[in-house]
């Protein structure tokens, strides 16, 4: 199904006044998706109790609603959060429940803290992200302290490295790095602005908002965003929208352009249920495997010759594979795509896609000749675990995979190991093994030394380099083994 938006079709809703910052909700209960960075909150309405505890203190300390002392400690300090519960009964029970029904989530130095409908920002705010100061203030001053950003009650907060979108209960908000349109709103995105994709009745002045008609009716409400580098995907009934960087058309908008300034449909991503992404982007549905973009050498996998992908195109897979696709593994100019222990090649052959094939560029995926239960790749390099074996593809400039005088390996081979191995990280041009020890070893092709050169392999002796290949996490270019091989 294609969805288009029809200019013709496009209104712009009502405004009303800006609803109250303090709503009359005393409980939240709040979860989290560290995958995909999501804050949620619900409400339940609760009527506040004045509890009268005899004292010096003004009797408006004694009568203040529970949620909003809940707000006042939300605005203070770490040190003064822990001090204001001494003010009365009243306080203390408010901020231990404050404390203990909070979600706060750091990225960047960046904290962002939901509770009770309400969003704090405090720190980093290089890009304006934290919607307090001029762009740049708190990159150069030490930022003490949260900022209650004004926002209608919040539901969800989807955020990343540079940015976040606030679902709230009178539309979708964005905040932070704009500089490719990755917000899907104009302006430099150092204050909460509305996405034009959500329409409701009654908005807040100082938002316009368009209306994106759709079959389902007037309004797209959003269910899920994806916050990635320089783009963004929302997820709404009827397909997804994109908004971004567009290199090589990789957002599915159908055209080439640059920036895609407003959230646009990716066409024919109506059943999608889960991406990959590069500046090839592959999405999967229940019945087969799609992908767009960056097709210079055919990584796309879709047979064609084109070098740019501009709309969700199905992968050229056996038919008896087409919906069980596991995992793609890619880089900028090769993919292997895994069905079980089937796996298929496609993109640049310089060798290390593994498959019989004397193309340059493979553009429609060949099955690899031996079973694959791990895969990793980058660059001219590949590393495969089948079964209990480790065997290796592509360039063997610097004896990565055999200490012989070839190379390159076009078809995968055993690889000569000095012990038994439970991790490999590519490292492109270079290959780190780590031991069952903690050791790691490599190559450096580099080194002239005739003796190294005969036994193939050096031990990594900059203890900082081995701690951060330790610490690395699985990855298309990270594999760590289910046990010890070699």
Request: hydrophobic share 35%; charged share 20%.
């Amino acid at each position: 199904m294609t969805h288009a938006i029809d200019s013709s079709k496009t209104t712009i809703s009502p405004v009303a006044p800006f609803p109250p910052v303090f709503p009359a909700s005393d409980q939240a209960s709040l979860s989290n998706d560290s995958a995909n960075h999501v804050i949620s909150s619900s409400y339940t309405r609760k009527v506040s109790v004045t509890v009268n505890i005899p004292g010096k203190l003004p009797n408006t300390v004694y009568t203040l609603p529970v949620h909003l002392i809940r707000a006042i400690i939300g605005l203070a300090d770490r040190s003064s959060q822990k001090e204001l519960f001494a003010i009365c009964q009243k306080f203390m029970i408010a901020e231990r429940e404050y404390q203990q029904d909070k979600h706060a989530f750091s990225s960047n130095g960046t904290t962002l803290t939901l509770h009770g409908g309400r969003l704090y920002v405090e720190g980093n705010n290089s890009v304006g992200q934290r919607a307090a100061e001029p762009e740049g203030k708190a990159s150069e001053e030490e930022v003490t302290g949260p900022r209650l950003i004004r926002l209608p009650p919040v539901l969800h907060v989807w955020h990343g490295v540079d940015r976040w979108f606030a679902k709230t209960a009178w539309g979708l908000y964005a905040c932070g790095q704009n500089k490719f349109s990755e917000l899907g709103v104009s302006g430099a995105g150092s204050t909460p602005a509305r996405v034009p994709i959500v329409n409701r009745i009654g908005t807040p002045s100082q938002a316009t908002i368009t209306s994106i008609p759709t079959s389902s009716g007037p309004a797209v409400d959003v269910l899920d965003i994806i916050v990635l580098s320089r783009r963004t995907l929302f997820r709404t009934a009827a397909c997804w929208f994109a908004c971004g960087l567009n290199i090589c058309g990789r957002l599915g908008v159908g055209h080439v352009s640059r920036i895609v300034e407003a959230p646009t449909p990716v066409l024919g991503s109506g059943r999608v249920t889960r991406w990959g992404f590069g500046d090839t982007m592959f999405a999967w549905t229940n019945t087969r495997l799609l992908s767009c973009g960056d097709n210079r050498h055919g990584q796309c996998g879709v047979g064609s010759t084109e070098g740019t992908i501009t709309t969700l195109t199905p992968v050229a897979l056996p038919e008896d594979v087409k919906g069980r696709v596991d995992q793609v593994v890619f880089d900028d100019f090769g993919t292997f795509i895994q069905c079980g222990r089937r796996c298929f090649g496609c993109g640049e052959n310089t060798g290390r896609l593994g498959v019989e094939s004397d193309d340059e560029d493979v553009r429609t995926p060949i099955e690899l000749p031996v079973p694959v239960d791990q895969i990793i790749t980058c660059g001219d390099l590949t590393v495969i675990r089948s079964g209990d074996t480790l065997l290796g593809c592509g360039e063997n400039t610097n004896h990565w995979i055999r200490p012989d005088d070839v190379e390159s390996f076009p078809a995968p081979t055993r690889l000569a190991l000095h012990g038994p191995v439970v991790k490999v990280v590519i490292v492109d041009p270079h290959v780190f093994f780590q031991l069952e020890g903690g050791g790691w070893f490599g190559r450096d092709e580099e080194e002239e030394d005739d003796e190294e050169e005969e036994a193939g392999w050096m031990p990594v002796v900059d203890d900082d380099y081995a701690d951060e290949l330790t610490n690395m996490e699985v990855d298309d270019d990270v594999m760590i083994l289910p046990a010890p091989i070699g």
